[in-house]
Each structure stands twice: as structure tokens, then as C-alpha cells.
């Protein structure tokens, strides 16, 4: 899915029963610990678990055909090479376009491969840019820790 891909809560879609969405989010929420690449997609779809429209159904419908189309890919990692750990963090306050929270986003990379990847919306409600990098950095470190 590309990233400049825009699900919303379209009130003008056909709905569509919820039980299965919920079962397929479900069901990809486990390969996202070892396909990083399927991260945005699987979090971006699992935004809209309730008022389901076809066109969600049909975005992760899209997710499985790419796994099943890249399951020869596969991350490795040597035993005792000493890799470092290096941890990016960036933060947008206001960013999220359905109800303009503030997002966080943490980059984990073991050597030169991107491991770990996600961009969530913060909980908490920032009121200055500076207050939404704060956050940003305390998740960064708490992705370094678990990684460690």
C-alpha cells in the first residue's frame, strides 16, 4: 500500500460485515514483528475496525495478496556479528488528517536493514510541537530498550 494512501470514514461506501475485517486485521497483526514491510498497511487498516466500508475490505484484501506474493523475503540476522542499533524519532504535531491528533514515528535499524517501523497516533493530547517530540523520544527509547 502506498503510503500516500488515505482511508477514511466514508459514510457514502457500502458497509461491510465487520467480524471478518476484525479476523484478517487480527490475523496480520502477527507478521508485522517479522514483515516490517507490512507495518503501515496492517496499522493504517486497523484504524477503522468499526463503520467498515468494501473499499477497507478490499485494502486488506490487497495486504495478503502481497504477502502472498513476496513470501520468499525474509530478514536475517548473523549471531555474534555485533550490529548496532540505531533509533530514529520524528513527531508532527497535529498531523493525523481524520482527527488532527499528533503522530509519532520510530525507526529501528539493525546495521544498514530497517527491523522495526511504526507510526502511531499519540494518546495524549499535545499542545506545542515541542510537547509531541518529547513524546516521539520517549518511544523512541522505549523501542531501543525492547530491541536491546
Given at each position: ?84 542499533t540505531i533509533v530514529y524519532a520524528e513527531s508532527d504535531h497535529a498531523r493525523d488528517y481524520v482527527d488532527h491528533k499528533s503522530t509519532s514515528g520510530v525507526y529501528t535499524f539493525m546495521g544498514c536493514c530497517l527491523t522495526s ?32
Amino acid at each position: 500500500m502506498s503510503s500516500e494512501t488515505k482511508l477514511t470514514r466514508d459514510e457514502d461506501g457500502e458497509p461491510t460485515d465487520d467480524t471478518k475485517y476484525r479476523g484478517m486485521i487480527g490475523s496480520l497483526l502477527y507478521p508485522t514483528a517479522s514483515r516490517p514491510n507490512i507495518m503501515f498497511s496492517v496499522c493504517l487498516c486497523a484504524r477503522f475496525q468499526e463503520a467498515l466500508k468494501t473499499f477497507h475490505l478490499a485494502a486488506v484484501k490487497r495486504i495478503f495478496r502481497y504477502i502472498k506474493e513476496t513470501s520468499h523475503l525474509v530478514l536475517c540476522y548473523l549471531k555474534g556479528t555485533g550490529v548496532e542499533t540505531i533509533v530514529y524519532a520524528e513527531s508532527d504535531h497535529a498531523r493525523d488528517y481524520v482527527d488532527h491528533k499528533s503522530t509519532s514515528g520510530v525507526y529501528t535499524f539493525m546495521g544498514c536493514c530497517l527491523t522495526s517501523w511504526f507510526f502511531k497516533k499519540q494518546t495524549a493530547l499535545a499542545i506545542s510541537t515541542t510537547e509531541a517530540k518529547y513524546v516521539s523520544a520517549r518511544k523512541a527509547c522505549q523501542q531501543a530498550l525492547w530491541m536491546k
